[in-house]
């Protein structure tokens, strides 16, 4: 007896107990990381705020070491993300909220380390933060907010890359294939 395969059904799929240890592997990391983005914007603006002389200097160092954290647990929030498209019937690529936020987690990815952590560590050496500091830290907590909105809300729309189900076989093919 041949197995066949049709297109549009994925040749991957998580059974019930991995998709639900998956899942909440990434629900997991993602708040992690959210929580995260706001330990950093809160710093930045508690060091802006602040009387003190000296803590500002600590603020931003932790905010500059907070990559370290940060873009691993984003990484874990993505591969997660990943095993959830390509392992349940949302795919990768076939829903533009699963799209967004690919989009949304690269984005903070890179902008983390490149913006973020050179921006506190130039307020680290001047003593005062530059405008990328506070812009970069306040928006990746609202693109982690919007990622998390689209988990929640999971607007309609596929995309074209999406792959389509191909109509049943022929009753002669399916009737062959339970001998």
């Known amino acids: 007896m041949s197995t066949q395969v049709v297109r549009g059904t994925p040749a991957f799929r998580l059974s019930r107990t991995p998709r639900k240890i998956a899942l909440l592997a990434h629900v997991l990391t993602s708040v992690g990381w959210f929580g995260m983005a706001s330990m950093v ?3 930045g603006v508690a060091a802006a705020a602040t009387g003190d002389a000296t803590l500002p200097a600590f603020l931003y160092r932790a905010m500059a070491d907070a990559v370290w954290l940060t873009v691993p647990m984003g990484v874990l929030a993505l591969a997660t993300g990943v095993l959830l498209g ?11 909220w699963v799209v967004a936020k690919i989009v949304i987690n690269a984005a903070v990815l890179v902008t983390d380390p490149l913006v973020v952590s050179r921006a506190a560590n130039r307020a680290l050496d001047s ?34 890359w999406r792959r389509t189900a191909t109509a049943a076989p ?6 062959a294939g339970r001998r």
């Not at 390509?86 to 533009?96: E, I």
């Not at 990746?140 to 607007?155: E, F, Q, W």
């Not at 022929?170 to 009737?175: K, Q, S, W």
Request: with cysteine; aromatic share 6%.
């Open 86 to 96: 390509v392992g349940t019937k949302w795919g990768l690529v076939a829903h533009w």
């Open 41 to 43: 914007a809160a710093a």
């Open 127 to 160: 003593g005062h933060a530059p405008t990328p500091l506070y812009g970069s830290t306040i928006a990746h907590c609202v693109m982690l907010a919007v990622a998390t909105t689209l988990s929640v809300v999971k607007p309609g729309g596929r995309t074209p």
């Open 170 to 175: 022929p009753r002669e093919m399916a009737i």
